[in-house]
């Protein structure tokens, strides 16, 4: 084994209806990650009541951290300054260890009620949320923000790096696409040497990172040393400690299939059996697609299971992956 590259730094990228207490913790344990998000919390015009901060957070109950010790951030969404920063402020309270802001988020209902994505816009809204929410926490508490290229014009992420530095943003991930780019492939790495000319703070490169090799290309390209992981962390769970171990090697079926079950009942534990046949299902689909290649009867296995509607039922058909 390699050494580890300890200069690397790698985050759980922040996703919506994915990317949960649950599966922060599990990502925790798997290891790799130097920090995870909470899902977006949606700011409106009002401070966020504690109750939606501890659903969204539950970390805030030991200490903003996983069970197993990393540092999750708050992810707030919204157009509105002053509720934004009461809200952050109050996670910040109640124990966030640092900030996030969603300034990507292409959802249509998002959009339409101004958060996410449409800010990209507008840097001079982006730079007054990102100083608003930095002055109302405390000096040592770390605000960052997510930004895609652009709405629709990729130009623009080099305005809106220079926004949220200018607000006080301690860190800015872009995610490589614009909005109107959603989620297609390619994503445009090329772009973040040129955000890098223009910004000081560290700059994390995000989008399409699904491998080892497309790390090493994603390194070479943007010269970045912060990386977050979406889907690709999902499709192989071990990639992030693989990248950190400089270790080329392919997902190991035979190591990832445990967690599944593992998953189901944590799942089960923490919210519901029904939620947690779901949220397995989810997963399901994406491993199968990762190994179905190597290992074809997974997708037959995945047709199956998707269909089943009893959780009990479920969950025997999974026990198959215990060691
Ligand atoms: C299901 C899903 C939900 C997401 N939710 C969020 C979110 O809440 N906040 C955010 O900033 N980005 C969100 N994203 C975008 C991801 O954080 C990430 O930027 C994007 O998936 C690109 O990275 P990837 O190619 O590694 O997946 C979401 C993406 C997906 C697929």
Same mark, same amino acid.
């Given at each position: 084994m390699n050494s580890p590259q300890k200069s690397v730094k790698i985050y759980l990228a922040p996703m919506e209806g994915v990317v949960d207490w649950v599966t922060r913790d599990m990502y925790s344990r798997i290891g790799g990650f130097d920090q995870m998000v909470t899902e977006f919390i949606r700011v409106t015009d009002r401070v966020v009541v504690d109750e939606v901060l501890y659903r969204y957070m539950p970390e805030l109950k030991t200490g903003g951290r996983t069970l197993t010790g990393t540092v999750v951030l708050a992810q707030f969404l919204g157009g509105q300054p002053q509720p934004l920063a009461d809200s952050a402020a109050r996670a910040v309270e109640l124990g966030a260890l640092g900030i996030d802001l969603n300034f990507g988020c292409p959802a249509k209902t998002v959009n339409r009620h101004d958060?996410? &994505?449409?800010?990209?816009?507008f840097p001079d809204r982006i730079e007054n949320i990102v100083a608003t929410v930095r002055k109302n926490v405390p000096a040592h508490v770390p605000v960052s923000a997510k930004i895609r290229?652009?709405?629709?014009?990729?130009?623009?992420c080099l305005i809106n790096a220079q926004a949220a530095e200018a607000g006080g943003a301690h860190r800015l991930t872009v995610h490589c696409r614009t909005k109107t780019d959603m989620?297609?492939?390619? &994503?445009?790495?090329?772009?973040i040497p040129q955000i890098k000319e223009k910004v000081k703070i560290p700059v994390v490169a995000n989008g399409e990172i699904w491998s080892y090799k497309d790390y090493a290309k994603c390194a070479l390209i943007t010269g970045c040393d912060q990386f977050m992981l979406g889907r690709g962390a999902m499709a192989d769970p071990f990639l992030a400690s693989r990248i950190k171990n400089k270790d080329e090697s392919l997902p190991d079926w035979e190591i990832v299939k445990n967690w599944l079950p593992y998953f189901f009942d944590a799942s089960a534990d923490y919210v519901s059996p029904h939620f947690a046949q779901a949220r397995s299902k989810q997963w399901l689909r994406q491993l199968s697609l990762t190994f179905g290649e190597a290992y074809p009867w997974l997708l037959s296995f995945f047709n199956e299971v998707k269909?089943?509607?009893?959780p009990n039922l479920f969950k025997e058909k999974i026990a198959v992956f215990k060691n």
């Open positions: 958060g996410g &994505a449409t800010l990209l816009k290229l652009g709405f629709d014009d990729p130009k623009m989620y297609k492939p390619p &994503a445009y790495w090329e772009w269909v089943i509607t009893d």
